[in-house]
């Protein structure tokens, strides 16, 4: 396949925001292909060049992105950076510059095979001299390129595709290329990318087997699993009442959600919530996991908090986030901020795929194969039966340092879910006791010049929730209060090389921002309630046609949501659902009074 062809594709693709007319450009485009072309499509379409958790990366920053587009255009980079100001994008500006060289029938054709590897290169490259050897191998991918594969070739390399093509409507394509299109056949092959986290291996599977062939894809040590997700409920009593009358109470850690894979030879991978490897930043846990563990290999969950190492409390979730992404005095971290996993599941036990058993057997397991230790401990549990019982448990998780309490179903059929949230299980914090209950966690979109104190940099933000169904980002406030000066600062730096002069592919909302942002932060808010807004499009026509729900007097919680993707932040039906909770909690009460209709 030439590379011109998949510019085309994005070229088409980035031209529509209808999701069915995505779907059928998505399925147009890999239904000729087949292993390993189709898998380096796929993985090229999400932005990447293999599965997330594998955490390969090309490490070309915007600077040396330009600097390849500068030699490949034989300009100066001060002029690469001057019309990149008035495009917006470093690819616009590339398939300008670079365009202006190519002559037709000059070089061989660039194609998807030859690109791959090269981007391969790129990313393998390392060490001294190692960022030079980029930019020339950029430069001459460039130099082979046409404006328009000039323009994706950059905005690949950059991380800002800005297509809109998500893993959802990959799975869609999916469906619609190589089975019958039906939703029984779209939940076979989401189920097995949700075991798998692996796009390039659900397709081959696909294509070689059809949907029979993707029961050949199981649990592996490694490759992380993703995760299972929690509903809410406003009250302990509905929680109860949905459970059937029982059901296993948890401490609800404010912590980093941690997949924990301990191999036959005693290695342990770390994944975060969004997949990402993590090994590196927690070797204490790394050094704990295989003694505390029976029956390997394993694969468990749970909740990495940080303790005082003094008294052994849980402490705040910000200090373990002092972990994230270090590469330097670890070892010094490891003893101010020391950490404990509070193990939660069980997903493999000695190589067995667990997983599908009840709740109550898979904690049965655990508890019989966990040997608790100082950095490694089972998660605390109580099944209640009773709104009493459930009340005094919350009160412990509360003055035990949690944020409120996981209730589990141990019902038949409690198994675990893979990527799906449902009632199974219910998370219920202290938020849920007054007002709006909990915070939300929205994607930033957008941002708007501040004034006074602010002028010169971005004073507030356009957030939204995601949509799963739509696979949009639907905008739901405002927000500005609760940044300090440091976090404003910081903002910029958080959102470099994501900046759009136009709404981004995927984006709904009818609110103009001074500047657009592809969805990449998650920003954790708190608000004094949800209300309609004609002007916002979370949930839009749920409650009233035209109208969607908006935040009032959103605050920022200091929170940035490292641990999780866009596609992680908070849905429109959560909003939806914290919306209906908010109207049933304010409306009056007639039990027990004498007022008359």
Not at 478 to 487: E, L, R, Y
Request: with cysteine; aromatic share 6%; proline share 5%.
């Amino acid at each position: 396949m030439r590379f011109a062809e998949l510019a085309a594709a994005y070229e088409r693709l980035e031209a529509t925001s209808k999701r069915l007319e995505m779907r059928a450009l998505l399925t147009e485009l890999i239904r000729p292909l087949r292993p390993p072309e189709l898998t380096r499509v796929l993985y090229l379409s999400q932005g990447a060049l293999r599965p997330e958790y594998e955490g390969v990366e090309l490490g070309v920053a915007t600077s040396l992105a330009r600097r390849a587009v500068a030699k490949a255009a034989g300009v100066e980079e001060r002029d690469v950076a001057r019309r990149t100001q008035e495009t917006g994008d470093l690819g616009t500006t590339a398939g300008e510059l670079v365009g202006k060289l190519h002559r037709l029938g000059t070089e061989d054709p660039l194609t998807v095979a030859g690109v791959y590897h090269d981007l391969e290169r790129i990313a393998a490259a390392s060490g001294a001299g190692s960022q030079e050897e980029k930019v020339e191998i950029l430069t001459r991918l460039l130099g082979r390129a046409t404006p328009l594969e000039a323009k994706y070739l950059v905005r690949f390399v950059i991380g800002t595709l800005r297509v809109g093509v998500r893993e959802m409507s990959l799975l869609d394509a999916l469906t619609d290329a190589f089975a019958d299109g039906s939703k029984e056949a779209r939940v076979k092959i989401e189920a097995a990318f949700n075991l798998s986290s692996d796009l390039g291996l659900v397709a081959d599977a696909l294509v070689q087997g059809g949907l029979a062939g993707l029961e050949h894809i199981h649990l592996e040590v490694g490759r992380p699993i993703r995760p299972m997700l929690a509903e809410r409920e406003p009250t302990l009593a509905a929680i109860l009442e949905r459970m059937g009358g029982s059901m296993a109470l948890e401490y609800k850690y404010d912590g980093l959600r941690v997949q924990a894979h301990i191999a036959k030879d005693r290695s342990v991978r770390l994944f975060s919530r969004r997949l990402e490897e993590i090994s590196g930043q927690f070797p204490d846990l790394r050094a704990a996991l295989p003694a505390a563990v029976t029956a390997l290999p394993a694969i468990l969950e749970g909740e990495c908090v940080p303790l005082d190492p003094d008294t052994d409390e849980i402490r705040p979730f910000q200090e373990v986030s002092r972990r994230r992404g270090r590469k330097h005095d670890l070892e010094r971290l490891q003893e101010e901020v020391p950490v404990c996993l509070f193990v939660f599941d069980l997903l493999l036990d000695g190589g067995i795929p667990v997983y599908e058993r009840d709740f109550a057997e898979r904690r049965r397991l655990l508890e019989q194969r966990l040997r608790p230790s100082e950095r490694v401990r089972l998660a605390d549990q109580r099944v209640v039966h009773s709104v009493e019982e459930a009340t005094d448990f919350f009160e412990v998780a509360l003055a035990g340092g949690a944020e409120g309490v996981m209730a589990k179903s141990l019902a038949p059929g409690s198994s675990y879910r893979a990527g799906a949230r449902g009632f199974w299980w219910i998370k219920y914090k202290r938020d849920y006791t007054a007002g709006l209950s909990d915070s939300v966690d929205g994607v930033v979109v957008g941002g708007f010049h501040g004034r006074g104190r602010r002028a010169g940099r971005y004073g507030a933000y356009l957030l939204a929730v995601y949509n799963p169904g739509r696979d949009r980002f639907e905008s739901f406030c405002k927000v500005g209060s609760g940044f300090d000066d440091a976090q404003l600062a910081e903002m910029p730096t958080r959102l470099k090389g994501v900046e759009s002069d136009t709404p981004p592919p995927g984006v709904d909302t009818g609110v103009t921002p001074d500047r657009w942002f592809l969805p990449k932060v998650v920003l954790e808010v708190r608000g004094a309630e949800l209300t309609l807004s004609p002007v916002h499009r979370a949930a839009q026509g749920a409650i009233r046609p035209g109208a969607g729900l908006a935040l009032r007097f959103p605050r920022f919680t200091g929170r940035v949501r490292e641990d999780k993707a866009p596609t992680d932040a908070t849905t429109s039906d959560e909003l939806l659902e914290m919306y209906r909770s908010q109207v049933r909690q304010a409306a009056p009460s007639t039990e027990g009074s004498d007022e008359t209709s």
